[in-house]
């Protein structure tokens, strides 16, 4: 027989396997812990775990979603870069020009601005042409030059539009600064033509060129470009050259005090309504690019629409404009059809030349325009400015020639020489001051 201690043995040992066979699975792998301190510590290394997989986890994903954004931000900024580089003409390259290397973008520059001097003579010459068969007709020559540019920029327009060149975030600008300029246009115009209509045609140029300045000051204001001494000295010294080219001839009396001073002031600020519309296109030129995919704005898409509003405005202020030129709201209606007679030669007298020379003149001043304008797109409306200036002493020049239509050329005065060189002058002391500058920025 067994004794008593072996069978409380054997006893034990059923029992604690019965025990094991009737506990959970990870009971049945693992000890239990042998007091409250163990349960815990396991419990919060399991938790430990279990989160540090879940910020693993987590961390892998942002770091994705992190990389792709980064590498969409990446490609965006270098589209916007590349395309502010095509717009801006930046390129490394260099072209040799009179023995000296420059960038391609200033060849551009020198390039524009030639042809712009020479549409800029050309323009005024073919004007003066032209009014001599539509003497009695400038009016109408100015309307036909708002209106018909509206048609010809769209038509150039919607070309550009189906070859690509123009997209529709470009032609959906906000509308409100072109707005802003075709009424500034239409204000230089109504304002400069009721000046003209008063003022001696020695003086008309002369007061015009305080366009220059009125950039100067208006840049300064809106842009918050800065200006030195010596460039605003420059300036100036341009303005004194126009004013003793075109008054040498204007004899001894002063053209200023024969007109008084009420319209010469006219005609200044005539010349400041069409100085802020140039700053606003310069204005639309740079900030454009944020609403039009990165990409410079078309100038067509700024010449159109701006002289849609110009015409629109024009046509607002028509009878302000008939009245300034002494012509009465009720004979409108005749002076336009007999100033579309002369201007086509149709049945009327003294209208020798007409259409060709008429035509011509709205031709080179669209061209004009827009080498202007695409001048401006490349530098800045003071170097635009100042391209037109020098082409005051030029086109008084041209007029010493024997031209078709003007009679007997003038002759060269000794005021011609003065006032050139001082123009000149005050292009040199520009540009040097203007360079210097760049140089030491860079």
Excluded at 9 to 37: G, K, Q, T, W, Y
């Amino acid at each position: 027989m067994m004794s008593a201690a072996k069978l409380a043995a054997a006893d034990r040992s059923m029992a604690r396997e019965l025990a094991i066979a009737e506990a959970p699975p990870c009971r049945r792998c693992f000890p239990p812990p042998r007091n409250v301190h163990s349960i815990i510590s396991c419990s919060l290394s399991v938790r430990r775990r279990q989160r540090s997989a879940a910020l693993v986890v987590s961390s892998s994903q942002f770091s994705h979603e992190s990389r792709h954004r980064n590498r969409r931000k990446d490609s965006q900024i270098a589209e916007v870069n590349a395309s502010y580089a095509d717009s801006h003409l930046i390129d490394e390259e260099e072209i040799l020009m009179a023995g000296r290397s420059i960038s391609r973008r200033s060849f551009k520059i020198i390039t524009a601005g030639i042809l712009t001097v020479v549409l800029a003579v050309s323009n005024k010459v073919l004007y003066k042409m032209a009014l001599i068969p539509l003497r009695e007709y400038p009016f109408f020559l100015a309307q036909v030059n708002t209106f018909g540019y509206v048609l010809v920029y769209s038509s150039i327009l919607l070309a550009r539009y189906r070859s690509g060149a123009v997209t529709a975030k470009m032609l959906a600008l906000p509308k409100s600064w072109f707005i802003v300029l075709g009424a500034l246009e239409a204000l230089g115009l109504a304002t400069g033509m009721a000046a003209a209509a008063v003022l001696s045609g020695a003086i008309i140029p002369v007061l015009a060129q305080a366009y220059l300045v009125w950039q100067l000051l208006l840049s300064s204001a809106f842009l918050k470009k800065k200006y030195t001494f010596g460039q605003i000295f420059g300036c100036l010294l341009v303005l004194a050259g126009v004013i003793l080219v075109v008054s040498s001839g204007a004899g001894s009396e002063s053209a200023v005090q024969s007109a008084g001073y009420f319209w010469p002031l006219v005609m200044v600020v005539s010349s400041g309504f069409s100085a802020g519309g140039s700053i606003i296109k310069e204005f639309l030129f740079r900030n454009a690019a944020h609403h039009s995919e990165g990409r410079s704005v078309d100038l067509f898409v700024v010449n159109t629409l701006g002289s849609s509003f110009q015409a629109l405005f024009v046509f607002l202020l028509l009878p302000v404009l008939s009245n300034m030129r002494g012509i009465p709201f009720s004979q409108l209606p005749q002076y336009l059809l007999d100033g579309s007679a002369c201007f086509f030669n149709i049945g009327g007298s003294g209208c020798h030349g007409a259409p060709l020379i008429p035509l011509l003149y709205v031709a080179v001043n669209l061209a004009f325009n827009i080498s202007a304008l695409n001048l401006l797109k490349l530098s800045s409306a003071v170097v635009s400015s100042l391209c037109t200036t020098l082409a005051v002493p030029a086109s008084i020049w041209m007029f010493t020639l024997p031209l078709p239509l003007l009679g007997h050329p003038a002759s060269i005065t000794p005021g011609l020489y003065r006032g050139a060189t001082t123009l000149v002058l005050g292009l040199v002391v520009y540009n040097f001051f203007a360079v210097d500058r760049k140089n030491k920025e860079q």
